[in-house]
C-alpha cells in the first residue's frame, strides 16, 4: 500500500512538472504573429475548398484566442495552415 502511494504521488508531481513545458509550446504556437502569418498566406491562395476551409479555421482560431483557449488556437491555426495541402 506504502509503495502505491509513493508511485501515485511520484506520477503526479512529474505530471504537473510536464504542464507547464506543454502550456509553454501551446501558447508559442498560438500568436498574433502566427495568427497574422497564417493569414496572409491563406489570402495568397487560390479561390477555391480549400482557402474556404482556411478561412472557417482562421476564425474559430481568433475566437479561441480572444476565449483564451491557446489549446484550441494552435489545433484551428494548424488546421487552417495545412487547409490547401489536401487535394
Do not use: W
Not at 500500500?1 to 505530471?15: D, G, P, Q, V, W
Amino acid at each position: 500500500m506504502r509503495n502505491k502511494l509513493i508511485a501515485a504521488t511520484a506520477m503526479t508531481i512529474i505530471a504537473y512538472a510536464a504542464v507547464p513545458v506543454h502550456a509553454a509550446k501551446v501558447s508559442a504556437g498560438c500568436s498574433g504573429d502566427n495568427l497574422a502569418k497564417t493569414e496572409s498566406m491563406i489570402e495568397n491562395m487560390a479561390d477555391g475548398p480549400g482557402k474556404f476551409v482556411a478561412q472557417k479555421e482562421i476564425a474559430q482560431a481568433q475566437d479561441a484566442l480572444l476565449g483564451g483557449k491557446m489549446g484550441v488556437c494552435a489545433m484551428h491555426l494548424s488546421k487552417a495552415a495545412h487547409a490547401g495541402d489536401a487535394r
